[in-house]
């Protein structure tokens, strides 16, 4: 496994930062799931972002869970990941085919918020910051640059319990942000979906609901067989303490690099894609981490949650008299039960 991530801070710590890449993660989740182009890109993105924002989790146990549900006919995606790069997801829609956008790139926007709403999405993103400049013939890249500024929020952030009353969607999409801490109940950030391109809508998050003003890059870049050919990442956050000198510096260097993925072809790492993105600032290395795809899933976890759905439910399955097959979300790996294994699991339901 190749991929991997790195974390650090820079300018005397009044940035945090991370990078990734992430080709082979991204190449295993269109495999597990047959996901066309568009999701692939939209998927890969959000597994990159997914596997640096579960890093920033402090304990070994906490698990992130990174939500989008939009109008689109992608309809969204689910990724979760824990502190250690180990992430995995899938789109709800697997296979959607749409026409290139405007800048002649995989319509991830238009896949998940649908086209009517991505192409006025562009009046709710913030303006404040530097955007990446587009690049590569086939790089679907997807950026937000940083800001000392909150954005204006026409929808602000929730954080509150999950399962309680949440909030109708928000016209095109919403983006969910699950914190399982170990706490007797997670937490959960929603903000409004502002491109469906990811990157500016974790940007987005950021500032609302964690009131983080960051930077987010986020590339995946196809062969013409639609295999992964690069994949990748980053974010760098201000902390409150960051001088205007800094943020000025950021918002210059972010006006003038290059997309990540044309980055990862030209042959940057992690590493030497923050050396490019803060050029001029002083990086302090913390660690290294490496990220796989990886599920967790097995047939005992799959046999608790048939205990779990009642002893009706279990008798209703026995009654047919055929063997069922329960397919994991996650990684499309199949379980199967025989009448006598659901016998049994109605045993320890009773």
Same mark, same amino acid.
């Given at each position: 496994m190749n991929d991997y991530m790195v974390r650090?801070?820079?300018?005397?710590?009044?940035l945090r930062v991370f990078a990734a890449t992430t080709k082979?993660?991204?190449?295993?989740?269109?495999?597990?799931?047959?996901?066309?182009?568009?999701?692939?890109?939209?998927?890969?993105?959000?597994?990159?972002?997914?596997?640096?924002?579960?890093?920033?989790?402090?304990?070994?146990?906490d698990i992130l869970t990174l939500q989008i549900r939009g109008e689109?006919?992608?309809k969204g995606l689910m990724v979760t990941a824990d502190a250690k790069g180990n992430v995995k997801g899938y789109a709800l829609v697997p296979q959607v085919i749409l026409p290139a956008n405007e800048k002649g790139k995989l319509d991830v926007g238009g896949a998940l918020?649908?086209?009517?709403y991505y192409r006025s999405a562009g009046e709710n993103v913030p303006e404040e910051g530097a955007g990446i400049p587009d690049g590569g013939q086939r790089a679907e890249e997807d950026a937000s640059g940083a800001s000392g500024k909150e954005p204006e929020a026409a929808e602000r952030s929730r954080e509150a319990p999950a399962g309680e009353n949440e909030p109708a969607a928000p016209v095109g999409g919403v983006l969910s942000v699950i914190k399982d801490l170990g706490m007797k109940e997670p937490y959960v950030g929603q903000t409004a979906l502002q491109t469906g391109e990811i990157a500016e809508d974790l940007t987005y998050y950021f500032a609302v609901s964690e009131q983080t003003p960051s930077s987010v890059g986020l590339g995946v870049l196809m062969e013409k067989n639609n295999t992964v050919k690069q994949a990748g990442g980053f974010i760098i956050q201000l902390m409150p303490f960051a001088e205007d000198a800094v943020i000025e510096k950021l918002e210059r260097n972010l006006q003038?690099?290059?997309?990540?993925?044309?980055?990862?072809?030209?042959?940057?790492?992690?590493?030497?894609?923050?050396?490019?993105?803060? %050029? =001029?600032?002083? /990086? !302090?290395?913390?660690?290294?981490?490496?990220?796989?795809? +990886?599920?967790?899933?097995?047939?005992?976890?799959v046999e608790k949650a048939l205990v779990s759905i009642g002893k009706k439910e279990l008798t209703d399955?026995?009654? %047919? =008299?055929?063997? /069922? !097959?329960?397919?994991?979300?996650?990684?499309?790996?199949? +379980?199967?039960?025989?009448?006598?294994?659901?016998?049994?699991?109605?045993?320890q339901a009773e």
């Open positions: 650090g801070t820079a300018a005397n710590a009044q082979e993660t991204a190449e295993r989740a269109r495999l597990a799931h047959n996901t066309s182009p568009v999701m692939t890109a939209a998927l890969g993105r959000l597994l990159t972002a997914g596997a640096m924002m579960g890093s920033m989790m402090k304990g070994e146990e689109g006919p992608g918020m649908g086209r009517e003038r690099i290059k997309p990540v993925t044309t980055m990862l072809e030209e042959g940057l790492t992690p590493e030497g894609i923050l050396e490019t993105v803060l %050029e =001029g600032m002083d /990086i !302090e290395w913390t660690d290294r981490l490496p990220v796989q795809f +990886y599920c967790n899933c097995s047939k005992e976890r399955i026995i009654a %047919e =008299g055929k063997p /069922i !097959e329960v397919k994991c979300h996650f990684c499309d790996h199949s +379980y199967e039960f025989t009448v006598e294994d659901m016998k049994e699991l109605l045993k």
